[in-house]
């Protein structure tokens, strides 16, 4: 395998995707598939609280502004779920003003993508927060 390739690094770790404007969502899963990681994906902070009230994630990615519960709320909601654990959430926004960053960091997320996503920045929020898995020893 070529160093480039994306190989199988994030193939066992799963993400939950929240984002209320398809194009977007589908823009993002294309980029996670092309990745090879595992992705849920729902429209609304609502779906997201129910989804990962019940199912373990290595990572959330919570687009900020949303219809029935935004992200801030969502993110919220999700950091008092018990047995939840504590997945690194990462707000997905065009906003990138100061203010917009710190509101996100209060509510409990812990680091900040900006729109569009972008392969490359992507990549590089999964390699911050997630372990990719190693080769085995020979």
């Known amino acids: 395998m070529k160093p480039t390739d994306d190989g199988d690094a994030f193939a066992s770790c799963r993400i939950l995707l929240a984002d209320d404007v398809a194009i977007g969502r589908e823009i993002i899963q294309a980029l996670l598939k092309e990745l090879r990681v595992a992705c849920d994906a729902v429209e609304n902070g609502e779906q997201a609280v129910r989804l990962a009230r019940s199912t373990a ?41 100061m203010a917009d960053h710190r509101e996100c960091l209060n509510a409990g997320m812990d680091d900040f993508l900006l729109k569009p996503v972008r392969k490359t920045t992507l990549r590089a929020i999964l390699e911050k927060w997630l372990r990719p898995q190693s080769t085995p020893a020979g």
Do not use: W
């Open 57 to 97: 994630y290595d990572l959330i990615l919570m687009d900020v502004q949303m219809p029935v519960m935004d992200g801030i709320a969502a993110t919220r909601a999700i950091r008092t779920l018990p047995g939840c654990g504590r997945p690194p959430i990462v707000a997905i926004t065009a906003n990138a003003s």
